[in-house]
């Protein structure tokens, strides 16, 4: 049995939940990759997986290898990919996690002109707006507003995203125009909140207008963790949104949003692509984080001093 071999078929088997798709990833025979896994299986005597005639399952012992296996293969992927010959033409499996709104407007829609560029590179995109461990859940970089608090990561800062309050026409037409940010804080008046995890409550915004500044909590009937559930709830009348202009612009255009409360503004909120500290950037990191920020410098350019 090549170890290899068998820990890359064991790693497809659970990335793709299936033999037969693992197999055809491969280009390997279903019956190949059933007995690389079933000799790693005998070798480590241990059941890694659990199979039906419908489904493949990873046991609680093949979770915990697969995470282990995982970093290897991606440690083994990002050594060859350092060489010289692979500098010229990057190529590989990169893992990225982005927030639900910028992946929507921004990023997936640039992407076709990313693969032209880099055929041979293939991207896992992970979409969600939670924390992400980037060893624990082998993750080679993440793209994150706001400031960030992990010192072990490396971060730069690619983007400051200008944000205004919204609301929809409906909302509007129910409750009036609020006059002061504080109207948001009491009836008949909500916002729709947001919830930057699901352990931490619902995030405040601080707003300025000339000398005066305001903290705004709000009240509201519905808070959301997702971004893309965030503006459907603000679009459908739910409450007031903060929302970057890249966002809101296109909603603003149809009239499905209408700015509110214009004479305050909000601070730019910087955005960062992170990924962990090694004593080399693989050539695909490294063509992805520069294409990022080519592309962050038109949409969202960084306007403030880090």
Known sequence: MDRFDAM????????????????????????????????LEARLRV??????????????????????????LASLDDAETSLSSFAANPRG????????????????????????RYPDIQLDLGVSDRNVDLID?????????????DPSLVARRIGDLQAGLYAAPAYLD?????EHPQALEAEPHRIVGYRGSRKAGVMPYILHSGDEITTVHGRYVLAVDDGNA?????VAGLGVLWLPEYVAAAHAER????????????DPMPLHIAFRPNRHVSAKLRVFVDWVAALMAVHVPVTTRP
């Open 137 to 149: 859940e082998n993750v080679d970089c993440v793209i994150r507003g706001g400031e960030l608090t």
């Open 174 to 178: 129910a409750l009036g125009v609020p």
């Open 93 to 116: 499996r990169l893992r990225v996690d982005v927030p639900a709104p910028l992946a929507r407007f921004l990023l997936v829609p640039a992407l076709p002109g990313f693969h032209a």
């Open 47 to 72: 059941r890694l997986l659990n199979r039906t005639t419908r489904q493949v399952n990873v046991t609680a012992d093949g979770a915990a290898y697969y995470e282990h296996v995982a970093r290897l």
């Open 8 to 39: 890359q078929a064991f790693a497809r088997v659970v990335e793709t939940g299936s033999f037969t798709k693992a197999a055809h990833t491969l280009h390997m025979s279903r019956t190949t990759v059933t007995q690389l896994v079933q000799q």
């Open 255 to 266: 009239g499905e949003l209408v700015r509110v409360l214009t004479d305050w503004t909000v």
């Open 230 to 234: 965030y503006l459907a709830a603000g």
